[in-house]
């Protein structure tokens, strides 16, 4: 029977603590004991942790052998900031996956009462990949960066493969784009542009910032299903 996995909040070499909702989830609602057994995610490594304490505020382990783990996907998702609803199912998905880091991008299209709302909708974006970390039974939590403007989150994307879902983009797959790539590459960023895509002058910044431009094909998809398709075929080329 497979065990259920937490990730801890706090941790130190031999022992991690679960506080807040994960604690009073064990401690009310599983009704845990000392000496049961579960998986820990402690500082990106996954133990086998045995309860050495329980309240309803905080839940102490002792951590034992550590365990064989995947690692997060090499990915950094650029994600234009779109409806909240649907950005949101887009990042649970991308965690799913196993994207490393996700950077929400306030793009010239996105409207401007999401952009003015986006700052405090960080917390629960990083709530949403905590769960679907566990869900998904992931030993990292992907990084939610604070929203940020393009020019801003183009500074920092550093990694060697950079790539640009465009709708303007015609004959470069992101597969083949991906075939053709230098072999020991490892890094990749991923942009996903909002809702009536990126306008010309951010086109053009993407190209200052050396971003390749690639198509998923003729079809029109919308930002959620576009970053998720992307990101799977990524995943496979990585595989």
Known sequence: MTRRRWIADTWTATTATLSGEQAEHLARVLRAAPGQVYDIVAGGFLHRGEILSVQPSEVVFALHE???????????????????????????????????????????????????????????????????????????????SEPAALKSALDDADEPMRILLSETEQSTSIASALAGAPGGQSGYALAIGPEGGWTPEEMNLFTQHGWLSVTLGPRILRAETAAIAAIAILSSHLA
């Open 66 to 144: 550590e365990l064989e783990s995947d690692a997060a996907l090499p990915l950094h998702l650029l994600l234009a900031v779109f409806k909240f609803d649907h950005m949101e199912w887009a990042i649970e998905k991308a965690t799913e996956l196993g994207v490393a880091q996700i950077t929400p991008v306030l793009a010239r299209r996105t409207e401007k009462h999401l952009a003015q709302a986006s700052s405090k909708r960080a917390e629960r974006w990083r709530r949403i990949v905590l769960e679907a970390s566990k869900q998904s039974r992931r030993t990292t939590i992907p990084e939610i």
